[in-house]
T-cell receptor
Framework: QKEVEQNSGPLSVPEGAIASLNCTYS??????FFWYRQYSGKSPELIMF????GDKEDGRFTAQLNKASQYVSLLIRDSQPSDSATYLC???????????FGKGTSLLVTP | DTEVTQTPKHLVMGMTNKKSLKCEQH?????MYWYKQKAKKPPELMFV???????INESVPSRFSPECPNSSLLNLHLHALQPEDSALYLC??????????????????FGPGTRLTVL
């Protein structure tokens, strides 16, 4: 079973701080990686995707990919209480279609 | 526009009922997906349709029957469900993945989901 692993948390950070969310994957064939945010009772909302080694920035969010270490991360700068949610890391499987999700990390941003 | 719509938002059904979940997208995506999500778990893939043809069935029980009548619509027909089938059912769509690493075409957009309760 090809795994995507995340620390379930909760990860608690104060408002205004940087939240760092981490994800590792076991399938070296995985090429594309996604971060989704999911509020309780709602559906996953895409934050970012990344498929090249290095950093990709979009507003307060930065995704980092290190294929040699099989590691993906998401940094959230200037964290806000509204960022409190579960963050799902996902990798596209070899089929090119199916998303293999990690179990998600619960983030709590405290005022 | 990256909107995927799903109806109904909530559904309560008995174990002998027949009901259908509907999903619609107008982004021109030719890949559509059904996922099932239990509380505090990640989404689990059920079915994938590619160009309106079923391409992946993740060993889902036959009481779940998918249908893709056209490139914009995806249905999930439910019959003789069990209480353990209660979950959030998510529809997603994407462009057809062209080759590994093409993140823009791999990206799946999710609908708001249908909260299903089986009594």
């Amino acid at each position: 079973q090809k795994e995507v692993e995340q620390n379930s948390g909760p990860l608690s950070v104060p408002e205004g701080a940087i939240a760092s969310l981490n994800c590792t994957y076991s399938d070296r064939g995985s090429q594309s990686f996604f971060w989704y945010r999911q509020y309780s009772g709602k559906s996953p909302e895409l934050i970012m995707f990344i498929y090249s080694n290095g950093d990709k920035e979009d507003g307060r969010f930065t995704a980092q990919l290190n294929k040699a270490s099989q590691y993906v991360s998401l940094l959230i700068r200037d964290s806000q209480p509204s960022d409190s949610a579960t963050y799902l890391c996902a990798a596209v499987t070899n089929s090119g279609y199916a998303l293999n999700f990690g179990k998600g990390t619960s983030l709590l941003v405290t005022p | 526009d990256t909107e995927v719509t799903q109806t109904p938002k909530h559904l309560v059904m008995g174990m002998t009922n027949k009901k259908s979940l509907k999903c619609e997208q107008h982004m021109g995506h030719r890949a559509m997906y059904w996922y099932k999500q239990k509380a505090k778990k990640p989404p689990e893939l059920m079915f994938v349709y590619s160009y309106e043809k079923l391409s992946i069935n993740e060993s889902v029980p036959s009481r779940f029957s998918p249908e893709c009548p056209n490139s914009s619509l995806l249905n999930l027909h439910l019959h003789a469900l069990q209480p353990e089938d209660s979950a959030l059912y998510l529809c997603a769509s994407s462009r057809i993945p062209q080759s590994p690493g093409q993140g823009s075409t791999d990206t799946q957009y999710f609908g708001p989901g249908t909260r299903l309760t089986v009594l």
